[in-house]
């Protein structure tokens, strides 16, 4: 099945609309789809988004999921593997990449200062 997205020039991205807290996520993380659609049940599709944190705001558990996901840190802090408290973790700065496989677990994350995420999210061809 091939990944369908559509054909988009330069453009500029409005940051003031279009953010919605994805399900699941604490207030202060939301989501900007950039591009494409994922379908979970169906096992289909890619998307491109911008994820930000507010400033403070931290996960409390580690996620799975069963796509890819490729993860540049455009702006700001993100911590990698804090608590439920949202104490401890690895801290990364601005111009850090990750690429994650299917059912690799990934977080809890946390922002102190705030961030800015560009992410690619998908599935093998069948």
């Known amino acids: ?21 994805p399900e699941g996520y604490p207030a202060g993380i939301q989501q900007k789809i950039l ?10 599709g890619s998307r491109s988004r911008l994820l930000r944190f507010e400033p403070g705001v931290y996960t409390t558990a580690p996620f799975v999921h069963d796509h890819w996901e490729e993860v540049y840190l455009v702006s700001g802090d993100l911590t990698v ?3 439920e408290n949202g104490d401890g973790g690895e801290p990364f700065q601005a ?16 922002s102190n ?14």
Request: net charge negative.
């Open 1 to 21: 099945m091939a990944v369908t997205k559509e054909h988009k020039e330069f453009h500029a991205v409005d940051f003031a609309q279009g953010w919605r807290t």
């Open 35 to 44: 591009s494409g659609s994922i379908d979970e049940a169906a096992k289909r």
């Open 81 to 83: 593997g804090n608590d």
């Open 95 to 110: 111009g850090t990449y990750a690429c994650r496989p299917p059912g690799a677990p990934h977080g809890p994350f946390k």
């Open 113 to 126: 200062g705030g961030c800015v995420l560009f992410e690619i999210h998908y599935y093998d061809p069948a």
